[in-house]
């Protein structure tokens, strides 16, 4: 009886240590305005995501972004995007200021995914995608 106690406990806690290492981090793009760079901080994230074609204008003087969003994957993704907005010096704009927005792609489609900077300051943006974990 002991011995299953003890092996209850154990498979309990490998199961809590696996949960601890699933990813919460993305993949992004930064500095679009000036030297874009590709930022990947969740590898199996990049394998079955593709962010690119981002494109900015100036719209009433606020900054507009839009990106591309491809699901390589052949099974739905449930998905959440965020811009983060910065002004001339690289400071952000409007810090914590807007929230994760929902995105969720079937099998292969492909999504653009637009936002627009939170006053006339905003010079430059940064797009993360991150996946939602599902429990």
Known sequence: MMVLKWTLVMVLLAGLAACAQMPTTGIGIDNINLEPKVRIDNRELADKLELG???????????????????????????????????????????????????????GQVAHIQGVAPNSAAQNVHVYIREVLKK
Do not use: C, I, M, S
């Open 53 to 107: 074609n981002v494109k900015t204008k100036r719209t009433n003087d606020l900054l507009t972004v839009q990106a591309r969003v491809a699901n390589l994957y052949p099974y739905e993704q449930t998905l959440q995007y965020k811009f983060y907005w910065f002004d001339q010096f690289g400071f952000e704009v409007e810090h914590q200021g807007q929230p994760w927005l929902p995105l969720t792609l079937h099998g």
